[in-house]
């Protein structure tokens, strides 16, 4: 079965340093979502790429957040600097469009700013 | 926007019995996509079950149902012959229809525990 595969797993860092979330989509979907869940806010949309063309961006923070698909096998995400409030598990998703289409998402990255 | 909601945020039911959890959604749209997708505590995002909102026909996939009432913007999924297995968070979510964003925006989530 192909999956989404996201790295790292887990990550502990400290207030200030810089969080880097990398995301292989499967190959051939054409769209790529970056969401984080909280138990407060549930699932957020960040940030979605479509062909690797920034769309949405509107749900990420822009003055320390940033997404990015160098290309079609990979997708970032970036904080800088971090913030204890940024501690979510982020997720990366994947699919081919619209309509009944699913998204397929990867394991999540834990993140915890200390 | 669109939004969905999700009134329980806690269910529990017994092993071997049905459950149903519900989900609401505002729209002005006609056209557009449901889904119901399972979060076990492995974290893993998984698809349950998906609608089309030009189907009457309620979708159903093996255990699990959804009734799908369009003039009252409900979707609310059933779980029938329920297993250990099934206990988790579930999570229902909206897509707007052809021509409009790709996206899924998600509810809150209802945690489903099942009871031996």
């Known amino acids: 079965d192909a999956r989404v595969t996201q790295t790292p797993r887990h990550k502990v860092t400290e207030m200030g340093q810089e969080v880097t979330m990398r995301c292989q989509p499967i190959l051939g979907h054409n769209t790529v979502f970056w969401y984080r869940q909280t138990m407060m806010q549930g699932l957020e949309l960040l940030a979605y790429?479509?062909?690797?063309?920034?769309?949405?961006d509107s749900g990420m923070p822009k003055d320390r957040f940033s997404a990015e698909m160098p290309d079609a096998t990979l997708a970032t995400l970036k904080i800088q600097p971090s913030e204890p409030r940024d501690s979510a598990v982020y997720f990366c998703a994947s699919g081919l469009g619209q309509g009944l289409s699913p998204l397929h998402f990867g394991n999540g990255t834990r993140l915890t700013v200390t | 926007a669109q939004t969905v909601t999700q009134s329980q945020p806690e269910m529990s039911v017994q092993e071997a019995e049905t459950v149903t959890l519900s989900c609401t959604y505002d729209t002005s749209e006609s056209d557009y996509y449901l889904f119901w997708y399972k979060q076990p505590p492995s974290r893993q995002m998984i698809l349950v079950i998906r609608q089309e909102a030009y189907k009457q026909q309620n979708a159903t996939e093996n255990r699990f149902s959804v009734n799908f009432q369009k003039a009252a913007k409900s979707f609310s999924l059933k779980i029938s012959d329920s297993q250990l297995g099934d206990a988790a968070m579930y999570f229902c979510?909206?897509?707007?229809?052809?021509?409009?964003?790709?996206?899924?925006?998600f509810g809150k989530g209802t945690k489903l525990t099942v009871n031996p």
């Open positions: 979510a909206y897509r707007r229809g052809r021509g409009g964003s790709e996206k899924l925006v």
């Open positions: 790429f479509r062909n690797r063309a920034p769309l949405d």
